[in-house]
Structure formats: structure tokens, C-alpha cells
């Protein structure tokens, strides 16, 4: 039914997280109706993409330069590794402001139900990094592939004058202790805080 340029830029849309196929015909169709010069931002934001963006040889993240500013910033504490599942949680703890470590993006978690360690996760490269560190974060979400992760890295990190630690889980700011499932409701209790 449609031409072919058209089902293909559908089909590019569909393989982005989170686009199914009717959000992608609208966005295809938007770029058709907004003409030459949208298409043209887009075009040229990719090319700017593939051109400027690599993967940080020390801690994974993407950035326009290798090592990235985090990983090459002396005010930073180098020897504070926060692990993280993907580059957004770095931009999320960065808003935040309160850390003043270095990262490992591990891009991915593992998955119990799958018997392999996805390809792509940089696991190894935080075992080599790990004899520098003095101190271990583990931001990964609350989830059972998390905490698989949590218990694979720590087991294999575990060593003398190394901190490992993980992030507190609770309810959220401006969340109600009613509505909490019983698992937050369980970790919020032992993270407890002093008043
Ligand atoms: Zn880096």
C-alpha cells in the first residue's frame, strides 16, 4: 500500500524502545507534511551522532570525547565507581548533583532466565577497572535481574579496602506508605534513617 521509502522510515521508527508501529506512521507522516528543512535537522543530527559520539574507553558512557569529561575530571573522585545498567541513569544522577564519583555503565543487566551474559555488557572491563577503586556503587533498578546483578558483580568484586554498597530503595519522595508494595515497604524499613 504505501511507497517504499515510507515503509522503510516506518520500519527504522518501529525498532526504537517504546515506538510501536502507530507512532511511527506518525512520525514518518509528520516528516513528510513538515517538508525539507525538518528532515534535513534530523538527517544532519544523526550524521553529528555517528561522526562525534563513541563509547568511553574507561567507563562506557557516551560522549564526544575518550576518556569522557567525568572520567577525565581530577576534581572527581576517580576512585569512587558508581555502577550503573545504562547511560540515562547517569544523566538521572547527574541532575541530582549529589555524586562526585566516576561511573561504569554497565549497558545492560543480567537475566536469570537467559544461562548467558549478554555480549555487550561491560562486565569484564569493570573487573579491570575494579583494583583502582577504593569504593563501589551499585545504582541498578530494584528488580530480580538487578539484584542477580548486584550478587554476580559483588561476589567476584569482594576484596580487602574495597567498599561496596548499593543504593538505598524506599518510597519515593511524594509517595504514600499505603499504596508501597510489600518489597519497597521491606527495603525502606532497613534503609531507615536517623531524624
Ligand atoms: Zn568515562
Redesign the pocket.
Known amino acids: 500500500m504505501l511507497a517504499q521509502p515510507i515503509q522503510k522510515l516506518i520500519e527504522a521508527f518501529t525498532r526504537l524502545p517504546g515506538v510501536g508501529p502507530k507512532t511511527a506512521q506518525r512520525f514518518t507522516i509528520h516528516l513528510l507534511k513538515s517538508g525539507r528543512g525538518e528532515v534535513v535537522r534530523l538527517e544532519r543530527a544523526l550524521e553529528d551522532l555517528l561522526q562525534n559520539i563513541r563509547s568511553?574507553e574507561?567507563?562506557?558512557?557516551f560522549?564526544d570525547m575518550?576518556?569522557?569529561e567525568?572520567?577525565s575530571d581530577s576534581r572527581r573522585d576517580q576512585t569512587m565507581i558508581c555502577v550503573v545498567a545504562e547511560p540515562q541513569d547517569v544523566i538521572a544522577i547527574e541532575k541530582s548533583g549529589t555524586y562526585k564519583g566516576?561511573?561504569h555503565v554497565l549497558r545492560g543487566v543480567i537475566d536469570p532466565l537467559i544461562d548467558a551474559m549478554p555480549q555487550q555488557m561491560k562486565l569484564a572491563e569493570l573487573m579491570e577497572r575494579a583494583p583502582g577503586a577504593t569504593e563501589i556503587i551499585f545504582a541498578l533498578d530494584p528488580t530480580i535481574e538487578g539484584e542477580v546483578t548486584v550478587q554476580y558483580l559483588s561476589k567476584r568484586l569482594a576484596r580487602e579496602g574495597l567498599a561496596i554498597s548499593r543504593l538505598a530503595t524506599g518510597i519515593p519522595s511524594g509517595g504514600s506508605v499505603e499504596y508501597a508494595d510489600e518489597i519497597t515497604l521491606g527495603s525502606a524499613f532497613k534503609a531507615r534513617q536517623k531524624v
Request: net charge neutral; glycine share 0%; with cysteine.
Open positions: 568511553c574507561i567507563c562506557h558512557n560522549s575518550s576518556p569522557c567525568i572520567c566516576v561511573y
